[in-house]
């Protein structure tokens, strides 16, 4: 089991910026590819953003591609969504999910693990 702790949401203006944090609870969380999804009010949950487990490659959806960045520091156990240049369109709930020995999909249903969520709003 592995259990995910997201952190880091909240309301911001239009342009600004959030980061957010997922703590892993496992000490093999490098092992993990880690995916960032949301989801808004009315709609499926989207993918945002994936790392691969070896640091090595990133994904992002076309609707935040440079202006979101995700990283991870393995000797932390966490892995961040650095949100810039923030839209009302990317007002959801976030969530941080795991897929051991992933390769860094887009697919939800590829991950084995899931965070409980955190709200980011975006007021235009």
């Known amino acids: 089991q592995v259990q995910l702790v997201e952190s880091g949401g909240g309301l911001v203006q239009t342009g600004g910026s959030l980061r957010l944090s997922c703590a892993a609870s496992r000490r093999t969380f490098s092992r993990y590819a880690m995916g960032w999804f949301r989801q808004a009010p009315g709609k499926e949950r989207e993918f945002v953003a994936a790392?691969?487990?070896?640091?090595?490659?990133?994904y992002y959806a076309d609707s935040v591609k440079g202006r979101f960045t995700i990283s991870r520091d393995n000797a932390e156990n966490t892995v961040y969504l650095q949100m810039n240049s923030l839209k009302p369109e990317d007002t959801a709930v976030y969530y941080c999910?795991?897929?051991?020995?992933?390769?860094?999909?887009?697919?939800?249903?590829?991950?084995?693990?899931w965070g409980q969520g955190t709200q980011v709003t975006v007021s235009s």
């Open positions: 999910a795991a897929d051991l020995y992933g390769l860094g999909s887009s697919k939800s249903y590829e991950y084995d693990y």
């Open positions: 790392i691969n487990w070896s640091v090595s490659n990133t």
